[in-house]
């Protein structure tokens, strides 16, 4: 064993049998070097672990100090203590069961030994590999064509859709017929347009074809060659965001708008938040091949958001093919948990009007409802109030972040809260 | 030694002396198990090193395949193959001598162990531990007093300052000073607002110190005093972008606009790009009071962009000190670089007229030149040509990607274009 490893366990076995207590102080680093005979580096390493794994804390100028011993678990949380929700049915993020984060743990590691690499500023447009990558990647998974040229990779939708404003400063009018995505309307807002809700009648229609409400309504076949169609008419730009397009509940997912379009007139999204880990920031869009041609000749007013070294991380596990298989896997996993919150909903709650997401993420529950929405919080459960007015309550449940075990027990709380 | 090692180190070896050209194929992971009697985790992970090091690429669906064994590192930058210039005078890219890579790799693993931070989405302000630890560093560093609540982290000053043209609707001019920084003044533009290069008249003024021009001039005291007491009378907002101000020559910077200030109207801006390395991208600001409410106010319209390993890896990088210590590494090293250059111009090219950039990290250079801007890259030399009419041009040189040792031979270069 390496000698900080010895330092730490011995540390750590002091903390554990309460021999040092929270608020304790640790010997200074040179006082620990003279009592356990070991040199400055090694105490060094053995205190870094210990940070990092949450037994001790650094305060400045004074010294290491041991953090209170719940559950290190719960130490590592303490950037979030405001959150009191034992039940989770809002957040939509991840649970450890879904994600390998090890494997991603492995790539990240891997891009940080490119040194060369990183001590250059990320291109603006995105590292051209990753480009390459996504590339190959949309081209097989969802048939968009296009030449790495015209994609831009930044740091999610709304950052990419302020560059997209910024390249089409000659239309006044956008669409969001999904009223939820309220960072994409209010940014259209800032940039002087006119931001409405309907279909048609605008300049642009920003769609997201497999999560168009709430709780995850597809747009069917139709409605799709409609809409291309009208923007060939009308010479409208669609922007086409394929969130969770990678995990409809269906086996075949329906074609992209992009592919379905004849015409240069359709920017494709798409993300990797929800099926790497959510804190990892890198989406990407697909411009038109006239909108590329501007950014190319605009760059210069850009700066590019991502981190290059997730960005080169991202490259390589695209190009060994684990998007895929982590996407097969968290979406059975989550769907799998939605029909059991379905099922115990409807076996619970039998007044309530139950219903599967058409993606099969989420689940709509609507019934008559005399408390008030506080009510949630207090008992700690966090769900999506869509609607609530005349006795009347719509609620929206998205089951990814809580584990499959406590599902059952947030039922028994939402019954509660419910009769 | 592990087993993945030694499978490592095997096919390394054939590659190294030649057995195993570019281009050839190695076996699959099937056939490597059976031949080399191991498992086919042991011979994943030795594949996967393999990629990681550059000694093989994967080919989709073909299989692992050697590369051009050139150098390592020129394999790695084969994402830019676009760049061919030798003496790079301009990027301000980072060299490897100044950053301690190895040591933000460490906390890079260590954020990665925290999971359960991971799975959820980082917070829209960016991590509290994050903004506590900026809080103090700023205070302790530029007298910069602020609370966590103030400060919004995000990736890159050009995605704040959108934050900030979104909570501030009711301006309508700013002004830019300084001329060089595009991304800012085009970000305002489309935003609508009137830009323009004047040092008052405008709602918002955007300064940047301790990097006014694009050779380093830095704003002396009078210069501090006379914006703020402006700003106090006329209630403008002065954005002060903090860049380069860790860099200064001198060794006591001048005082922050920020900490001059004795009413709540400045907004000030941070990053860390050039003390870490480039590829990260976190920034953060310090709202005023009164922007710091609205923002609490319309939190739902923004999403975070910063990579929420790379702050949790931040916080405790400055938590340990490790900020101050590495800028005053870069610092010795880009200054005792800039001198050199300054030196070398003013001997071997004795009819310019050479000036040290007041914060002693860039270098002036100005001649008579009768030859084409192109003659630069033709030579494989990069600059930043600040004018160039009448037959007389202005350059500025930034030595900080340029090896110490190569400093020499570009200025035998750059002699021979501008003589």
Redesign the interface.
């Known amino acids: 064993m390496k000698k900080y490893v010895e330092v730490y366990d011995y540390f750590k076995k002091l903390i554990e049998n309460g021999a040092l207590k929270a608020g304790d102080r640790l010997p200074s680093i040179r006082n620990a070097c003279n009592i356990l005979s070991v040199s400055k580096t090694t105490v060094q390493n053995a205190y ?2 210990l ?3 949450g037994y001790i804390i ?1 305060v ?1 100028k004074s010294g290491y100090y041991v953090t209170e011993q719940k559950s290190i ?1 719960e130490v ?5 203590p405001e959150r009191q929700i034992l039940y989770d049915l809002k ?6 069961e879904s ?1 390998d ?1 090890k494997l ?3 790539y ?3 891009a ?12 603006v447009q995105g ?3 990753l480009r390459q990558a996504l590339s ?1 990647y949309i081209r097989e998974k969802r048939n968009v064509t296009a030449s790495p040229d015209r994609i831009i990779v930044g ?5 990419l859709l ?1 560059v997209l ?2 390249l089409v ?1 000659d239309r006044k009018t956008v669409s969001f017929p999904d009223k939820s995505f ?2 994409g309307m ?2 259209f807002e ?3 347009y006119d931001v409405h809700t309907r279909y048609k009648d605008a300049d642009i229609i920003y769609v997201s074809p497999s999560h168009m409400t709430a709780y995850g309504d597809v747009m069917p076949m139709k409605r799709r060659l409609e809409l291309v169609d009208y923007s060939e008419k009308t010479g409208s730009i669609i922007i086409e965001d394929d969130f969770d397009s990678d995990f409809l509940y269906q086996s075949k997912p329906t074609p992209s708008l992009y592919a379905l379009s004849a015409n240069d007139n359709v920017v494709y999204m798409g993300s990797f ?1 929800n099926v790497l ?5 890198i989406s990407y869009m697909v411009l038109t091949q006239e909108l590329a041609k501007r950014f190319e000749a ?1 760059k ?11 960005q080169i991380a991202l490259c ?1 596990y695209i ?3 684990h998007i895929s298989s982590q996407t097969r896997k968290v979406r059975r996993h989550y769907t799998s948990k939605a029909r059991l919150l379905f099922d115990n909903i409807k076996k619970e709650v039998p007044n309530a009007a139950v219903t599967l997401g058409d993606n099969g993420l989420r689940v709509l529950v609507s019934c008559d409802f005399s408390g008030e929405i506080s009510d949630f919080e207090k008992n700690k459960i966090s769900v999506s109030v869509i609607k609530f007015e005349d006795g009347k309550i719509t609620l929206s449940l998205t089951p990814s ?1 809580i584990k499959e075990c406590d599902i059952p027990k947030a039922v028994v709380v939402l019954k509660s809260i419910l009769n």
């Open positions: 870094f672990d940070l990092a794994d650094s400045d678990s590592k949380c303490e950037a979030k957040s939509g993020d991840a649970d450890e994600f984060i991603w743990q492995r990240i590691k891997s940080l030994r490119s040194q060369g690499r990183l001590l250059s500023y990320s291109e590292e051209a590999d190959d740091a999610g939708v709304q950052w302020s404003c910024s400063k309220v960072q209010s940014l800032d940039y002087g938040s880990i959510p804190g990892i920031r605009s210069h007013k850009f700066a590019q958001t991502a981190s290059k070294t997730e390589q190009r060994d093919g972040a």
